[in-house]
């Protein structure tokens, strides 16, 4: 009987190795396809919100692309719209620096406004703005118009600042008694104090105040620097009667010079000392100085010294001035800065000549001491002579807790120094000095606004001040040690290279395995690795892997070779 045979079922086709390929590929294509628009789907949303809110950080050190106080205080302020033209031509690269500047500027304001302009293009333009150099940016607002030659921070925020103020303040430099020239350049005249202030908007002159019966109504500020002979009657009684209607004076007084002018401020309250400062702390040290350098980092609560903080400012060879402790009525005082706990006001000033200096806790004073104070004299109360007034029961204001009092529309206004080379030339531009000097005459002026900490010339971070450890190591690293260095490397190499050559391998085949050198290992399992692929592997092991192998050895051993 036959059989049929049993049906089997054809097996299904197998799949060849191009349509699993495909296969695979459709799905990890399909997943980098998903993913890709994932990540770009987190890009748009990221940067949507990255445009609704702009945010900058600046990492570098000295806040180099971050506004000064000033500038973003000014700009907060205004309250018309200022229009900034950059005249540059398409091959500059200012053209950059300039856009992102005024970036910095419009983030804090809504009121400023500026385009780039290429004068070669637009000659019409270029002519209406008297446009004769390239690289010229013109500021114009409140219907004036400032030029500024070499764009940055200061420049452009000093342009902005006189187009948004309708006067000029007069500033007045009392001449005739030997203090610092205003024109002279050398390092301690006041050159640089007198450029600074024009460019804050200030009209600055020279008064001869002995020529003169008053001072001129137009006054803003009346400065008196480091005066070498006292003034003459005639003079202090013209600045008894300018305060008298309420005028501003700043007064910087050297050590041991006019006792005349002494007498005449401590009618107002601050007795200034016949001493000199003497500062043991050691940060004085750390910036090149001396024990006659005292280096400030503490004041009071005032608003010429609300802005610095911790900023450091230098007052070389200064003395005491204090508030006294009965202060006449109508007015009030307080310190500005102080020096450390460290430091004592030296009254045996011959000894210091000497060159002996030593705390006397019977006639020094120990610190922290003042040496810069302010009084505020409400002249409805004292008249023009507060010597005459009584005293007040309020006494001083040298606490740090105290808040700021207003002074009255009629109320005259005196910040007294106990050193004027603070702000000379040679350390105006160093650390707060030219700060807290430009900040003292904003506040006479009444010109609060203007108090900040004012951009650095030149975009940079300043001196680097280096201590007495650090300056030698500038000299050794780069001068000697690193040329030392590449010398050594250089005159090792040739021992280098012998321990490197085939007959330093050959040497080591009578060494143990625990003497031979980590390299030694790592060069033979590298050549092992590199001929493995074309080699019986036994062969490699017996060849590489015994201690003590030689080139001579792996050549009888090799039955390949």
Same mark, same amino acid.
């Given at each position: 009987? /036959?059989?049929?045979?049993?049906?089997?079922?054809?097996?299904?086709?197998?799949?060849?190795?191009?349509?699993?390929?495909?296969?695979?590929?459709?799905?990890?294509?399909?997943?980098?396809?998903?993913? %890709?628009?994932?990540?770009?789907?987190?890009?748009?949303?990221?940067?949507?919100?990255?445009?609704?809110?702009?945010?900058?950080?600046?990492?570098?050190?000295?806040?180099?692309?971050?506004?000064?106080?000033?500038?973003?205080?000014?700009?907060? @302020?205004?309250?018309?719209?200022?229009?900034?033209?950059?005249?540059?031509?398409?091959?500059?690269?200012?053209? $950059?620096?300039?856009?992102?500047? =005024? #970036?910095? +500027?419009?983030?804090?304001?809504? #009121?400023?406004? +500026?385009?780039?302009?290429?004068?070669?293009?637009?000659?019409?333009?270029?002519?209406?703005?008297?446009?004769?150099?390239?690289?010229?940016?013109?500021?114009?607002?409140? @219907?004036?118009?400032?030029?500024?030659?070499?764009?940055?921070?200061?420049?452009?925020?000093?342009?902005?600042?006189?187009?948004?103020?309708?006067?000029?303040?007069?500033?007045?430099?009392?001449?005739?008694?030997?203090?610092?020239?205003?024109?002279?350049?050398?390092?301690?005249?006041?050159?640089?104090? #007198?450029? &600074?202030?024009?460019?804050?908007?200030?009209?600055?002159?020279?008064?001869?105040? &002995?020529?003169?019966?008053?001072?001129?109504?137009?006054?803003?500020?009346?400065?008196?620097?480091?005066?070498?002979?006292?003034? =003459?009657?005639?003079?202090?009684?013209?600045?008894?009667?300018? =305060?008298?209607?309420?005028?501003?004076?700043f007064v910087m007084i050297d050590p041991e010079t006019v006792p005349g002018l002494v007498a005449f401020i401590k009618q107002y309250g601050l007795e200034v000392g016949n001493d000199v400062v003497i500062e043991t702390n050691p940060l004085?040290?750390?910036?090149?100085?001396? +024990?006659?350098?005292?280096?400030?980092?503490?004041?009071?609560?005032?608003?010429? %010294?609300?802005?610095?903080?911790?900023?450091?400012?230098?007052?070389?060879?200064?003395?005491?001035?204090?508030?006294?402790?009965?202060?006449?009525?109508?007015?009030?005082?307080?310190?500005?800065?102080?020096?450390?706990?460290?430091?004592?006001?030296? %009254?045996?000033?011959?000894?210091?000549?000497?060159?002996?200096?030593?705390? /006397?806790?019977?006639?020094?004073?120990?610190?922290?001491?003042?040496?810069?104070?302010?009084?505020?004299?409400?002249?409805?109360? %004292?008249?023009?002579?507060?010597?005459?007034?009584?005293?007040?029961?309020?006494?001083?204001?040298?606490?740090? /807790?105290?808040?700021?009092? $207003?002074?009255?529309?009629?109320?005259?206004?005196?910040?007294?120094?106990? /050193?004027?080379?603070?702000?000379?030339?040679?350390?105006?531009?160093?650390?707060?000095?030219?700060?807290?000097?430009?900040?003292?005459?904003?506040?006479?002026?009444?010109?609060?606004?203007?108090?900040?900490?004012?951009?650095?010339?030149?975009?940079?971070?300043?001196?680097?001040?280096?201590?007495?450890?650090?300056?030698?190591?500038?000299?050794?690293?780069?001068?000697?040690?690193?040329?030392?260095?590449?010398?050594?490397?250089?005159?090792?190499?040739?021992?280098?290279?012998?321990? &490197?050559?085939?007959?330093?391998?050959?040497?080591?085949?009578?060494?143990?395995?625990?003497?031979?050198?980590?390299?030694?290992?790592?060069?033979?399992?590298?050549?092992?690795?590199?001929?493995?692929?074309?080699?019986?592997?036994?062969?490699?092991?017996?060849?590489?892997?015994?201690?003590?192998?030689?080139?001579?050895?792996?050549?009888?051993?090799?039955?390949?070779?």
């Amino acid at each position: 009987m /036959d059989h049929q045979p049993e049906y089997t079922p054809p097996a299904a086709p197998r799949r060849t190795l191009r349509q699993a390929f495909n296969l695979r590929t459709l799905k990890y294509g399909s997943h980098a396809s998903l993913f %890709t628009v994932i990540v770009l789907a987190v890009v748009v949303i990221l940067y949507s919100l990255a445009m609704q809110h702009n945010q900058r950080f600046d990492v570098t050190q000295a806040k180099r692309f971050t506004l000064a106080d000033q500038s973003v205080k000014l700009v907060q @302020g205004l309250t018309f719209p200022i229009k900034v033209i950059g005249f540059y031509s398409l091959a500059e690269r200012e053209r $950059e620096t300039f856009t992102d500047l =005024l #970036k910095q +500027y419009a983030q804090h304001t809504d #009121k400023i406004s +500026y385009e780039v302009v290429d004068p070669d293009r637009q000659p019409a333009l270029a002519k209406q703005y008297d446009i004769t150099a390239y690289n010229t940016v013109v500021v114009e607002g409140n @219907g004036k118009k400032e030029k500024v030659a070499r764009l940055e921070e200061v420049a452009l925020t000093n342009a902005i600042l006189k187009v948004t103020r309708n006067t000029k303040k007069v500033v007045y430099f009392i001449t005739g008694h030997g203090g610092p020239a205003l024109t002279d350049s050398d390092r301690n005249g006041y050159s640089v104090a #007198k450029q &600074a202030l024009e460019e804050q908007n200030y009209t600055v002159q020279e008064l001869v105040l &002995a020529r003169q019966a008053q001072v001129p109504d137009d006054a803003a500020v009346v400065i008196l620097v480091g005066p070498r002979q006292d003034l =003459l009657d005639s003079e202090t009684e013209a600045l008894r009667t300018y =305060l008298g209607r309420g005028g501003h004076l700043f007064v910087m007084i050297d050590p041991e010079t006019v006792p005349g002018l002494v007498a005449f401020i401590k009618q107002y309250g601050l007795e200034v000392g016949n001493d000199v400062v003497i500062e043991t702390n050691p940060l004085g040290r750390l910036v090149g100085g001396d +024990y006659l350098l005292p280096v400030v980092m503490t004041y009071e609560r005032h608003a010429i %010294t609300k802005e610095l903080g911790n900023v450091m400012t230098m007052f070389p060879l200064v003395r005491s001035v204090q508030v006294a402790k009965d202060l006449p009525q109508g007015i009030t005082a307080q310190g500005l800065a102080m020096t450390s706990a460290e430091s004592w006001a030296e %009254t045996d000033l011959k000894a210091l000549h000497e060159g002996r200096t030593a705390f /006397d806790a019977e006639s020094d004073r120990r610190g922290p001491i003042t040496i810069a104070a302010v009084a505020t004299i409400n002249t409805a109360n %004292t008249g023009t002579n507060p010597s005459n007034a009584g005293t007040s029961s309020s006494g001083s204001a040298e606490s740090t /807790d105290q808040p700021e009092t $207003e002074p009255s529309a009629h109320a005259a206004r005196l910040v007294v120094f106990g /050193d004027s080379d603070f702000a000379n030339n040679s350390l105006f531009p160093v650390q707060g000095n030219g700060n807290l000097f430009l900040n003292t005459v904003s506040w006479l002026a009444e010109e609060e606004d203007l108090i900040a900490i004012r951009p650095r010339k030149g975009g940079g971070s300043g001196p680097v001040m280096l201590t007495a450890a650090q300056a030698p190591l500038i000299f050794w690293l780069p001068v000697v040690i690193l040329p030392l260095a590449v010398l050594a490397s250089g005159a090792a190499s040739p021992w280098t290279m012998s321990w &490197a050559s085939p007959s330093s391998v050959s040497r080591t085949r009578s060494a143990p395995r625990s003497a031979m050198g980590i390299g030694t290992s790592l060069n033979r399992w590298r050549c092992a690795g590199m001929i493995k692929n074309t080699m019986n592997w036994r062969v490699i092991w017996r060849t590489y892997g015994t201690p003590g192998w030689s080139r001579s050895s792996r050549q009888r051993s090799n039955p390949l070779g």
